[in-house]
């Protein structure tokens, strides 16, 4: 069945660039999505990027995809503390005509000054 | 209007008890979503709505029943809870389904006592 697996904890200075990894086995998947979710809020789509791209670039964020292992990475520059969160890697797939999103555990980012 | 709200932000009940959740959204989105977070653990999805009707039920007890009175508002039932249903409770939607670009709401904090 379908997997993905984050990291669990990064520490990150504030200023410096963070970098989430996350790695997925569902070979049919065609949209893999950064969600952000801050303590006691929901969960906010921060980018996602198709399935026969390398790589997305959005302000400060840019998502790496290597399809060939399966392994998807966001990074973050100049890491503010209010980027501190929990951050969930989510694969779709068009098989899936329902929407089920497969999430990783997600990975907590602390900012520190 | 990106807007998911959901009410109430928290709920303390019974096992005994009958209360509903409510969420709302009015980007004309035609999929809706209810799912359950437990802390530190991605959102686990419960069902989904299309054009609503359901389409997802997770293999959730009859304890929870959703509700879809029209294509803004989605409800979630409850009746005679367990502790173990203490949870976060996300609504969320998307344009149709099988978008994993999916807005989600800030959830019902749920005690069951």
């Known amino acids: 069945g379908e997997d993905v697996e984050q990291s669990l904890f990064l520490s990150v200075r504030e200023g410096d660039s963070s970098v989430i990894n996350c790695t997925y086995t569902?070979?049919?998947?065609?949209?893999l999505y950064w969600y952000k979710q801050e303590p006691g809020a929901g969960l906010q789509l921060l980018t996602y990027?198709?399935?026969?791209?390398d790589m997305k670039q959005d302000q400060r964020l840019t998502v790496l995809l290597n399809k060939k292992d399966k392994h998807l990475s966001l990074r973050i520059a100049d890491t503010q503390t209010g980027d501190s969160a929990i951050y969930f890697c989510?694969?779709?797939?068009?098989?899936?005509?329902?929407?089920?999103?497969?999430f990783g555990a997600g990975t907590q980012v602390v900012v520190t000054p | 209007d990106t807007e998911v709200t959901q009410t109430p932000k928290h709920l303390v009940m019974g096992m005994t008890n009958k209360k509903s959740l409510k969420c709302e959204q009015h980007?004309?989105?035609?999929?809706m979503y209810w799912y359950k977070q437990k802390a530190k653990k991605p959102p686990e999805l419960m069902f989904v709505?299309?054009?609503?009707?359901?389409?997802i039920n997770e293999s959730v007890p009859s304890r929870f029943s959703p509700e879809c009175p029209n294509s803004s508002l989605l409800n979630l039932h409850l009746h005679a809870l367990q502790p173990e249903d203490s949870a976060l409770y996300l609504c969320?939607?998307?344009?149709?389904?099988?978008?994993?670009?999916?807005?989600f709401g800030p959830g019902t904090r749920l005690t069951v006592t």
């Open positions: 969320a939607s998307s344009q149709v389904s099988g978008d994993g670009e999916q807005y």
């Open positions: 569902d070979s049919s998947s065609t949209y």
């Open positions: 990027i198709f399935s026969n791209m």
């Open positions: 989510a694969e779709g797939s068009t098989t899936d005509s329902w929407g089920k999103l497969q």
């Open positions: 980007m004309g989105h035609r999929a």
């Open positions: 709505y299309s054009y609503e009707k359901l389409s």
